[in-house]
């Protein structure tokens, strides 16, 4: 049993010894093993510089309709929701009382122009008689007064008759410029007050149209030194270029441009307003729609980009990239970034030129890490 019991031990001490290398062969074997890794080299370029931003879509030109007279609406003249032109009658109020008051002042000039008539008559007579001595200075005077006044009452009437022409004309409403109409808010039989505060209705001019978008003053403030420091060039003469995403992130087919930039920091925001304009020949645009309004803002001559798939960020949004060092091992390496184009981000500082940038793999690798870079072509698309 001695004997069993001795050999035994000794089989087993030389399976462990035997382990025991295995482990250490294993060991040996991983510390070579290196992981491959996608890489891109870092290359200045020129390269647009744009910020998207978000904004609303305004109606190019918004009126309220409204009566410039009081009256009784007979009947209404357009199809609720269809293009208008300026113009077109949209509304008849009851005529009678302002044609009265029309034909009334009609009869009020020729009044007037028959008075007038007479004493310019009258006062001719007079000035041929003052000759002979006929007519005493006093006379003279008198037929000249009187002549003067009704030259002043016949330009009276007409005023009061160039006055009801116009109310009886503001007894058909029409529209005040070209556009789609809203819906009425009065219909036939009802009582309407000269410019009274609700409106009628409503006309909007969809075409061009309107986007308003607001961008940080500090990011304002920070273009403006990229530009006067000469790291950046201006887009063009014209300013800014500006493009549109709908809301579904659709491309608009119409470029547009920047049509005004606000000169004055809101104070409970921190932005600066400002208004690029777009054509809207196919109604495609509507007042209130939520899109996003690319903005080239300059040219960067030497621009570093990195792909957005190579940065990750922190609980903090802190960005960060894997960096392949000359030995061929990693390091994270912090970034400051900023939005670049087709999917990558501009990089302002963290990065040099001719530095590797790791791409694809990067999601098991740790600081120090000895990889195997392969140049990969991040247009292509990926593999499975």
């Known amino acids: 049993m001695t004997t069993l019991r001795t050999t035994g031990l000794a089989l087993l001490a030389i399976a462990a010894a035997l382990c025991g290398g295995c482990g250490a062969a294993g060991q040996a074997g991983g510390a070579g093993q290196s992981t ?44 609720e929701g269809a293009l208008v032109e300026a113009g077109q009658p949209l509304y008849q109020l009851d005529p009678a009382p302002y044609q009265a008051a029309f034909d009334s002042a009609q009869a009020q000039v020729a009044s007037a122009d028959a008075n007038a008539q007479t004493l310019r008559l009258k006062y001719e007579r007079y000035q041929k ?20 006044q009704a030259e002043a009452q016949q330009t009276v009437a007409r005023a009061a008759l160039e006055t009801a022409r116009i109310n009886l004309g503001y007894t058909r409403i029409v529209a005040p410029i070209s556009g789609r109409i809203a819906t009425s808010a009065f219909t036939e039989g009802a009582l309407v007050t000269a410019n009274q505060d609700a409106p009628l209705t409503t006309v909007q001019q969809y075409a061009p149209m309107y986007v308003d978008v607001t961008q940080p003053a500090t990011e304002v403030l920070r273009l403006r030194q990229q530009l006067a420091a000469g790291v950046l ?35 409970s925001t921190g932005t600066i307003t400002l208004r690029a304009v777009f054509p809207n020949p196919d109604g495609t645009l509507l007042p209130g729609m939520y899109v996003r309004a690319v903005l080239t803002l ?49 990089v302002l500082s963290g990065l040099n030129a001719g530095e590797r940038v790791v791409v694809q793999g990067q999601q098991k ?19 499975g």
Do not use: C, M
Request: hydrophobic share 40%; glycine share 8%.
């Open 36 to 79: 491959e890794v996608g890489i891109v080299v870092v290359q200045p370029q020129k390269t647009a510089v744009t910020t998207q931003l978000p904004g609303r879509t305004v109606a190019f030109r918004i009126a309220q309709v409204r009566p410039q007279v009081s009256g009784i609406i007979q009947r209404r003249l357009f199809t």
């Open 129 to 148: 008689l003052s000759a002979s001595g006929d007519v005493s200075q006093q006379d003279r005077d008198d037929i000249t007064a009187s002549l003067r």
């Open 233 to 267: 060039a201006r887009a063009g003469a014209d300013g800014a270029a500006v493009s549109l995403l709908l809301e579904d992130g659709t491309p608009y087919p119409q470029p547009g441009r920047l049509e005004f930039t606000g000169i004055t920091e809101s104070e």
């Open 298 to 346: 300059g040219v960067a001559q030497s621009a570093l980009l990195v792909p957005q798939q190579a940065v990750s960020r922190n609980a903090r949004g802190d960005a960060s990239v894997w960096v392949v060092r000359a030995d061929d091992h990693v390091e994270l390496r912090p970034l400051q970034l900023e939005a670049g184009n087709d999917n990558q981000w501009r």
């Open 365 to 383: 690798l740790r600081p120090g890490d000895a990889v195997r870079p392969v140049l990969v072509d991040t247009a292509a698309p990926a593999r």
